[in-house]
Structures are given as C-alpha cells and as structure tokens.
C-alpha cells in the first residue's frame, strides 16, 4: 500500500471533487482512500477513468459502514461500492466502525468472504480498539492488512502502534492532520523552517517515518494536494521524532462520534 493515500470525506464544493481527486492522481498519489459513508465513491470512480492510471498502479480503499454490519447487508454494500466505483475490485476493504449490536464474527466472516470472492486484495478494519483488534484477528479467517485510526502528533496511540506490530499489521493514519489544528504549533514550524518544509510536511513526515504507518490526509487546494505527497526528499533527526512525539501529551481527539466511538484505548 502507497505511504501516502488521498482522503476523499467532505467535499464542501462537490462540482469540484473529481478535479480535486484527479490532480491528486496526475501529481503521483497512487492511494485512494474512500467509503460507502463518504458519498465519494462515484467521484472516485470517475477520476480514475480520466486519469489514465493502469488499475493495478492504483491502491484504492473503500468502507462499509457499521449499519451494514449483517452478513447480507454487507455483501449488498460491497456490490453497491464496486459498482459506484466502475471497479472489478478494491485493494482494500474495511470494516468502517465496530458495530456491538451484531456479532463481530458475522461481519468479519462478511468481510474475509468479499475477499474470497475476488472483490478485494485485501482486508482490514477501522477504529477498532486494542481488544476489539485481537477479537478480529482471532474470529477472522483471513489476514487483515491495517487499522484505519486517528493519529497524528497530538494524539498517543502507542498501545495500537504496539498491537499492529505484534500482529503484523499496518497502521493507517485518518485526520493525520488533526484537521489542520496542529499546522500553527511552534515545534512543527520551527522544524518545518529547518528543512525547508511546511508545517504539514513534517507532520505527515514523522507519522510515515514510523514502521508500518500509511496516512490519508485530505485537501481541497492544489498546492496542499501536492505539498503532502511530497514528503520524501528530506528526514527527520532522531531528536526531532522525539520532540514531535512529546507533543501527542496533549491527547487530542478531532473524530469522537458518540454514537459510534467504542472505549479508545488511552495512550
Ligand atoms: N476511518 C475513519 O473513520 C475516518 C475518519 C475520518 C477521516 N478518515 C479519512 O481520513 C482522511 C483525512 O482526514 P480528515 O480530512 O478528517 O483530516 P486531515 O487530513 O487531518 O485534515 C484535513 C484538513 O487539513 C487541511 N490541510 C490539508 N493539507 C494541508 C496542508 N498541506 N496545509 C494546510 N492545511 C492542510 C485541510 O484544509 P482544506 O479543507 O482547505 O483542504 C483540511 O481542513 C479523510 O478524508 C478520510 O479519507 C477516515
């Protein structure tokens, strides 16, 4: 999976959304992260039929949302993607939330059975807790790839880090940003100055200089687009990492919905 994919949620000026995606594929993302729940899907889809880009140079993640959690519902979403996307498949299909009203073996056994079938490359799930990640790896028959969870500079998630490594796995970044909130901290633009780099670089660079991280950043400018997929010609010290690390203190969560959130691990 490319380091770096381009987050599709929220497009507060739709007319815009293919040209936005598209100028992400023409300046080098290979990595589309998408879902049912975003609304995204035929965007997507559309972009990468005016991109010119061969299927298998592209990496493109979709989600089921946690309503669809029932064996039956979730085949019927997995249908529904591909066919919005225009794709015979996706590398990567994940379970959107947990969902604790339906057995998690149900929907991870949904899940292995759409890679199965051909439908995706691989398989994984998204803000699931420690626990919930070891149930998963337990119940499911197939491999999962990542978790899809918040992290970025000012939030600790040493616990999950910990258990994507023991199992593995990739940890994928969503709002590795923190939405934008912690682009004005002085440590991230004292750093940014000394390599000549935007405050968002060396935010996106510390996470995908960790082992095993990918991230998803969404932007709506051009020059932002471009600016966080240009992350590799330049390296953080070790010191650096630290400093940047020693920001997570402030446990800063932007994606917190209460009806959906289940008992994040702390730390
Ligand atoms: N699995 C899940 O439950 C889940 C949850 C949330 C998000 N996601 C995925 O993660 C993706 C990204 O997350 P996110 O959109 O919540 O947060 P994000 O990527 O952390 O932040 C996006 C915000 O940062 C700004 N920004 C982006 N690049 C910038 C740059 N280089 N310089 C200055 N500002 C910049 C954007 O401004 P503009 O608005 O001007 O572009 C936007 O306001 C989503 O699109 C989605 O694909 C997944």
Not at 160 to 183: F, N, Q, V
Request: hydrophobic share 40%; net charge negative; with cysteine.
């Amino acid at each position: 999976m490319p380091a770096v994919g381009y987050g599709t949620m929220l497009y507060p000026e739709p007319d815009r959304a293919v040209e936005l995606i598209g100028h992400a594929l023409a300046v080098g993302y290979r990595h589309i992260d998408t879902a049912r729940k975003y609304g995204s899907e035929h965007w997507v889809g559309e972009a990468i039929r005016g991109a010119g880009v061969a299927r298998e140079h592209l990496w493109v993640t979709t989600k089921v949302t946690e309503e669809d959690a029932r064996a039956n519902d979730f085949a019927q979403s997995v249908e529904v993607s591909l066919e919005t996307l225009g794709l015979d498949y996706v590398d990567l299909l994940l379970i959107h939330w947990p969902q604790p009203k339906v057995p998690l073996e149900e929907t991870i056994g949904a899940l292995a059975r759409a890679k199965q079938q051909g439908l995706t490359r691989n398989i994984g799930v998204s803000n699931f807790t420690v626990a919930l990640l070891d149930e998963a790896i337990a119940k499911s028959p197939e491999p999962l790839f990542t978790n899809q969870v918040e992290y970025h500079a000012y939030l600790r998630q040493d616990k999950l880090l910990a258990a994507c490594a023991r199992h593995g796995m990739t940890m994928t970044c969503y709002a590795p940003l923190a939405r934008g909130s912690i682009l004005s901290d002085p440590v991230l633009c004292e750093i940014a100055r000394t390599h000549g780099k935007t405050a968002a670089q060396v935010a996106l660079r510390w996470l995908v200089q960790q082992p095993m991280v990918a991230v998803v950043p969404r932007a709506l400018q051009v020059t932002e687009i471009e600016e966080n997929i240009d992350l590799f010609d330049f390296e953080l010290t070790g010191e650096e990492m630290i400093r940047i690390g020693e920001l997570r203190d402030r446990n800063m969560r932007v994606v917190d919905p209460e009806i959906r959130r289940p008992a994040w691990d702390e730390g």
